[in-house]
């Protein structure tokens, strides 16, 4: 058992992976490093030929879903959570830090101090060759204590160390600190990307979706845990759009004992709840598989036909990838 029960018992996520499983005919499943990138390193604009390209070459009969856990704290979760899309084989991409400094040591004390921070090597080198991904979760900025310079040094340290065991060729900023000024990781400015073959995928930039969803400060009294249900997130998805799911897997565990925080007031957390109490969670996504049900049937007997409007989109792309 962890030292502190998780916020969200793991069968909720491990119930979506099964949707995307079940459903594989209506979703496919990318890693960042699937997508069409090219030559394409325009993070401040969001990598306009990228999006281009995966508008042109999608099919307008499939959820394109790209997953993305930020390992945090408590890593050891976001391992068990990789065994748990083994299974299923559904891949996704892990953002690890190089170092990873305590927080609350730096809020308490003022102090710098790098906390442990387990990396399951072996099994992220199995899931990489299968098609699952490594990327870098910048902290350079916190362990900067947000010097530009000294920033931007660690950055491309801890870069060059973490391509020592995986191919790096994503990053997304932490959250982490605030400075006095407000700034955070994201704040950083990075080296040269495209000499590092590295781009920005997320926080500050990022690739372009259609919906993002993310369990980011779950707890947090600045959002409203009414709004954070997956479930609803994707029983919303359209057929020819490309969505980001988020997680931090530190929230999830198979130990759960409902003390939730903030989150455990929502209604569709206590329904959640509910149902693994009474030993009905494999109910927990009953009715977004009904839905998906009902629209597999309308995609097998519906014929395919762009419109108007999609087919004026299509051709502007196209007009702009000529130029």
Same mark, same amino acid.
């Given at each position: 058992?962890?030292?502190? $029960?998780? &916020?969200?018992?793991?069968?909720?996520?491990?119930?979506?992976?099964?949707?995307?499983?079940?459903?594989?005919?209506?979703?496919?499943? !990318?890693?960042?490093?699937?997508?069409?990138?090219?030559?394409?390193? #325009?993070?401040?604009?969001? /990598?306009?030929?990228?999006?281009?390209?995966?508008?042109?070459?999608?099919?307008?009969?499939?959820?394109?879903?790209?997953?993305?856990?930020?390992? +945090?704290?408590?890593?050891?979760? $976001?391992?068990?959570?990789?065994?748990?899309?083994?299974?299923?084989?559904?891949?996704?991409?892990?953002? =690890?830090?190089?170092?990873?400094?305590?927080? !609350?040591?730096?809020?308490?004390?003022?102090?710098?101090?790098?906390?442990?921070?387990?990396?399951? &090597?072996?099994?992220?080198? !199995?899931?990489?060759?299968?098609?699952?991904?490594?990327?870098?979760?910048?902290?350079?900025?916190?362990?900067?204590?947000?010097?530009?310079?000294?920033? !931007?040094? =660690?950055?491309? *340290?801890?870069?060059?160390?973490?391509?020592? $065991?995986?191919?790096?060729?994503?990053?997304?900023?932490?959250?982490?600190?605030?400075?006095?000024?407000?700034?955070?990781?994201?704040? =950083?400015?990075?080296?040269?990307?495209?000499?590092? +073959?590295?781009?920005?995928?997320? #926080?500050?930039?990022?690739?372009?979706?259609?919906?993002?969803?993310?369990?980011?400060?779950?707890?947090?009294?600045?959002?409203?845990?009414?709004?954070?249900?997956?479930?609803?997130?994707?029983?919303?998805?359209?057929?020819?759009? *490309?969505?980001?799911?988020?997680?931090?897997?530190?929230? /999830?565990?198979?130990?759960?004992?409902?003390?939730?925080?903030?989150?455990?007031?929502?209604?569709?957390?206590?329904?959640?709840?509910?149902?693994?109490? $009474?030993?009905?969670?494999?109910? =927990?996504?009953?009715?977004?598989? +009904? #839905?998906?049900?009902?629209?597999?049937?309308?995609?097998?007997?519906?014929?395919?036909?762009?419109?108007?409007?999609?087919?004026?989109?299509?051709?502007?792309?196209?007009?702009?990838?000529?130029?």
């Amino acid at each position: 058992m962890q030292s502190q $029960s998780a &916020y969200i018992p793991l069968c909720y996520y491990t119930g979506f992976l099964e949707l995307l499983r079940e459903f594989d005919d209506i979703f496919e499943v !990318k890693t960042f490093r699937d997508l069409k990138w090219g030559r394409d390193f #325009n993070h401040e604009e969001c /990598y306009p030929s990228e999006w281009a390209k995966w508008n042109l070459t999608s099919s307008p009969r499939k959820i394109t879903v790209v997953i993305q856990h930020d390992v +945090d704290s408590r890593p050891e979760r $976001s391992w068990l959570a990789a065994r748990e899309e083994e299974k299923l084989n559904i891949p996704s991409t892990f953002m =690890i830090f190089n170092n990873r400094i305590g927080r !609350k040591v730096y809020e308490k004390e003022g102090r710098m101090e790098y906390t442990g921070y387990f990396v399951d &090597y072996d099994l992220l080198h !199995k899931l990489t060759a299968k098609g699952w991904d490594v990327g870098y979760h910048t902290n350079a900025m916190d362990l900067a204590l947000f010097d530009d310079d000294l920033a !931007k040094r =660690i950055f491309l *340290r801890d870069v060059r160390e973490l391509r020592e $065991s995986f191919d790096i060729r994503f990053f997304s900023p932490h959250g982490g600190l605030r400075s006095p000024t407000g700034r955070t990781n994201n704040c =950083i400015t990075p080296p040269d990307l495209e000499k590092l +073959d590295l781009r920005w995928v997320h #926080n500050r930039f990022a690739a372009r979706f259609h919906g993002q969803w993310s369990d980011g400060g779950i707890n947090s009294p600045k959002r409203d845990p009414g709004n954070r249900d997956l479930r609803l997130f994707v029983a919303g998805m359209e057929p020819g759009r *490309r969505y980001r799911i988020l997680t931090h897997p530190q929230y /999830y565990d198979h130990e759960f004992d409902g003390n939730s925080g903030r989150i455990g007031e929502a209604s569709w957390f206590r329904d959640v709840e509910n149902l693994v109490n $009474s030993g009905k969670s494999d109910e =927990i996504w009953k009715d977004v598989r +009904d #839905n998906f049900s009902v629209m597999r049937e309308k995609l097998r007997v519906k014929p395919f036909s762009l419109g108007k409007a999609t087919a004026r989109k299509f051709l502007g792309i196209v007009k702009r990838i000529k130029k």
